[in-house]
């Protein structure tokens, strides 16, 4: 079946760090995979996505690469900022819905 | 531009009270639309899906049910709630059939429900 698995948090870091959010999957097949975000109180938005191997997305300095010998889509930043502070979601695309895993909550102290 | 409301934001119920959330897109049409539920410390659990009006998918058994009167409505009910429905709904939309597989979720705002 379908999963995914998220490394889990807190993480803290201060500002200006290296960020990586290790995310790993199980599927059938090769599905799309996303990062999704969530700040303080809000509904989940969508970061970024990779729809094949070795394609990588990327949106506001943040970067994954689909690696499908690893199963892997790592999230990574080269220097985070105070904004940055959220819950951030890896998932994969079903047939007819997201896979979320549960989630990593960073924060960034100035 | 598409965009996705969700009310209310919070909600303090009562145990053994009913529910209604409510979901509605605008700016698009035979939208694919999702119920999700975020519990404290927890990832996100997908309660139904519809692909069409009057086209309702459970994917976990439960005393919530979901129903879809128009396009782009997605209502969330239950006749009475439990401590354990606790917890942070989210509602969703991607494109239809045609959007393919890589089409993302767009969510709304969510709410934050207390039974008490």
């Known amino acids: 079946g379908n999963s995914v698995t998220q490394m889990e948090g807190p993480v803290t870091l201060s500002e200006e760090a290296f960020l990586t959010i290790n995310c790993t999957y199980t599927?059938?097949?090769?599905?799309?995979l996303f990062w999704y975000v969530q700040y303080p109180g809000e509904g989940l938005q969508l970061l970024l996505k990779a729809t094949k191997a070795d394609d990588k997305g990327s949106n506001k300095g943040f970067e994954a690469t689909y690696r499908k010998e690893t199963t892997s889509f790592h999230l990574e930043k080269g220097s985070v900022q105070v904004s940055d502070s959220a819950v951030y979601f890896c998932?994969?695309?079903?047939?007819?819905?997201?896979?979320f895993g549960t989630g990593t909550r960073l924060t960034v102290i100035p | 531009s598409q965009t996705i409301h969700q009310w209310p934001a919070t909600l303090v119920q009562p145990v053994g009270s009913p529910l209604s959330l409510e979901c509605t897109v605008e700016?698009?049409?035979?939208?694919?639309l999702y119920w999700y539920r975020q519990a404290a410390g927890r990832g996100l659990q997908l309660l139904f899906y519809?692909?069409?009006?009057?086209?309702i998918s459970s994917e976990v058994p439960q005393n919530l049910s979901a129903s879809r009167p128009q396009d782009r409505q997605f209502i969330l009910s239950s006749k009475k709630l439990l401590l354990s429905d606790s917890g942070f709904y989210l509602c969703a939309w991607s494109i239809g059939l045609q959007g393919g597989m890589d089409s993302p979720l767009h969510f709304g705002n969510g709410t934050r429900l207390t039974v008490t």
């Open positions: 599927a059938t097949g090769y599905p799309s």
């Open positions: 700016g698009t049409s035979n939208p694919n």
């Open positions: 998932a994969l695309m079903g047939a007819n819905n997201l896979f």
């Open positions: 519809s692909v069409g009006i009057g086209q």
